[in-house]
Nanobody, 119 residues
């Protein structure tokens, strides 16, 4: 009943920027924590950034100071502004959220969006 749809990925040169978006839709009562994960080829999926419904944020050490997570609660959307990108940021980025529906609180994943940093 809940879909998370990411957008905004693509190819960018080192030092460039991208902004990812993730919109949640469906029978949503409320959304609690929202997160972005990255999964590089051959590696495990790792948490990049998280934001709760009060706006408090957390970041992985590798992206702190370069990435900014934000959310628009009216639009059920979370964003990831990525600046000063480097090739090590190349990965599929997944949106994740804890969502309350009539079935209770469950965790949902988006389908992922590819980010490639290369010259």
């Amino acid at each position: 009943q809940v879909q998370l749809v990411e957008s905004g990925g693509g190819l960018v040169q080192p030092g460039g920027s991208l902004r990812l978006s993730c919109a949640a839709s469906g029978s949503i009562f409320s959304i609690y924590d929202m997160r972005w994960y990255q999964q590089a080829p051959g590696k495990q999926r790792e948490l990049v950034a998280g934001i709760n419904n009060g706006g408090s944020t957390t970041y992985a050490v590798s992206v702190k100071g370069r990435f900014t997570i934000s959310r628009d609660n009216a639009k059920n959307t979370v964003y990831l502004q990525m600046n000063s990108l480097n090739p090590e940021d190349t990965a599929v980025y997944y949106c994740n959220a804890d969502v309350r529906t009539y079935r209770g609180v469950n965790n949902y994943w988006g389908q992922g969006t590819q980010v490639t940093v290369s010259s």
